[in-house]
């Protein structure tokens, strides 16, 4: 049976037939999320599953078609299809044009299989199945923006188009501002996403919603747990757990940032910061009483602040700028002292340079895995400091042993790493 799979899949006829196969599945997708919304809401939706895997085969036959009679083909099919859409929104009258816009992605969707942009279509197709899923959680998201959050968006977004290009490409005393932009651009994206998520979560758990404001600020966290955890003494456990476990989401954004500008970097980060966020996981949930129905909400501001993104850009440049500088006349113990420093700030400044760095090497593997460490650790620390400063004295003895886990953790993560490497 193996050696015949083996046979057909590298045969002609897989290669005839493998565009349509892939073409049912996405179609398919699509169209059982439009299935499941007419079931469970009852109301009249345009196409089910059998609709969209023929609209997304439609495409794929034209294109299919047009290889023969040239692209024009699939232009008047795309028409004609279209029009047929519109046809049936006059005649049936169905609320919106979701459904129908969702059509046309589809048939689209088929065309990409045909040409066997098999990656692109699948990312399209998760993605529409994506929006057409969370549709309640997008329109709660819109109804608790404020018009300072819909200005502050516009703002970094037009700044963004219009200061990007401007931006030189060189480098100026080993800083580009362009890099050092795209950089700003990323981790406000990253911050945005957190923000979203912390608004559709912002009635769900203290420490599942402790969680996911970590994506934006576990310092954040931090504090605005151990200020209520003076007025709210009854949900002291569960304040320990959500601060503990924002600061292990810490070690996972650390690790994707690093990621995005090294690979070869970042996998000698997995093992010392995976489990440094295993250990401060499960000593978050040891400590939370899920069983308490209280809510808390977490004090976070919204990240695309065009303020926040030009003291980022600047912070960056002026670590970045420091660290070729300190490494370059003080060595790698200069470059912890930054680090160290850094930490108490901001730790994602410090990890982009030393994987900067690192792509440049003008700073060794050992070296940028020491000082994005060092950073995390020094970070971890402010955060325990913040539990004593600003929280009870309850706070701080829950919250203590999931933090020794957390250091303990990449202890342990680094002593595996250097047993591996040797």
């Known amino acids: 049976m193996v050696e015949f799979l083996k046979e057909f899949i590298n045969s002609e006829a897989w290669k005839l037939y493998q565009p349509y196969f892939v073409s049912i599945i996405l179609g398919g997708l699509v169209g059982i999320e ?16 059998r609709t969209f895997i023929l609209i997304s085969l439609l495409g794929t036959l034209s294109a ?17 299809f279209s029009a047929l859409l519109v046809i049936a929104q006059l005649f049936e009258r169905l609320p919106g044009l979701t459904s129908e816009v969702s059509a046309i992605l589809t048939f689209l969707i088929g065309v990409l299989c045909y040409k066997e942009e098999f990656q692109l279509a699948a990312a399209i197709a998760i993605t529409v199945l994506f929006i057409l899923s969370f549709k309640e ?33 060189k480098s100026f005393y080993g800083v580009n ?12 994206t990253l911050d945005f996403l957190g923000y979203f998520l912390t608004k559709i979560a912002g009635e769900r758990g203290i420490l599942f919603t402790g969680l996911i404001g970590g994506l934006v600020s576990s310092t954040a966290v931090a504090a605005t747990f151990s200020s209520l955890s003076k007025t709210n003494r009854s949900l002291i456990p569960e304040y320990a757990a959500g601060i503990v476990g924002a600061s292990a989401i810490m070690f996972p954004r650390i690790t994707f940032l690093a990621g995005i500008v090294n690979l070869q970097f ?22 939370s009483n899920l069983e308490r129905e209280e809510r808390a909400k977490v004090k976070v501001k919204n990240p695309y602040e065009l303020s926040n993104a030009i003291k980022f850009s600047m912070f960056y440049a002026f670590i ?12 790698d113990y200069g470059l912890y002292i930054v680090a160290a420093v850094s930490g108490l700030s901001d730790v994602d400044a410090i990890t982009l340079s030393v994987s900067k760095l690192f ?16 950073a995390a650790t020094v970070n971890t620390f402010l955060k325990w400091f913040l539990t004593i400063s600003m929280g009870s004295r309850e706070l701080f003895k829950l ?13 342990l993560g680094v002593s595996i790493l250097i047993a591996i490497l040797h």
Do not use: C
Request: positive net charge; aromatic residues 14%; glycine residues 8%.
């Open 34 to 49: 439009r299935e499941y919304k007419k079931q469970r809401e009852g109301t009249p939706v345009f196409g089910g599953v």
């Open 64 to 80: 299919h078609i047009s290889s023969f009679f040239g692209d024009p083909f699939i232009y008047i099919i795309l028409i004609s």
């Open 137 to 169: 959680q997008m329109h709660k998201f819109v109804k608790h923006l404020s018009l300072e959050d819909l200005f502050a968006f516009l703002k970094f977004a037009a700044v963004t188009v219009i200061l990007y290009p401007l931006l030189p490409d």
């Open 177 to 188: 501002p362009r890099e050092v932009w795209t950089m700003v651009v990323i981790i406000s």
């Open 266 to 287: 970042t996998k000698y980060l997995i093992m010392p910061f995976l489990t440094a966020f295993l250990m401060g996981i499960f000593f978050a949930y040891r400590i």
């Open 320 to 331: 970045l700028f420091i660290s070729r500088n300190t490494l370059k006349y003080l060595g």
């Open 359 to 374: 792509t440049a090497s003008e700073v060794s593997l050992l070296t940028g895995i020491v000082t994005v460490i060092v």
């Open 399 to 411: 919250v203590t042993p999931g933090f020794i886990a957390l250091i303990g953790g990449e202890v």
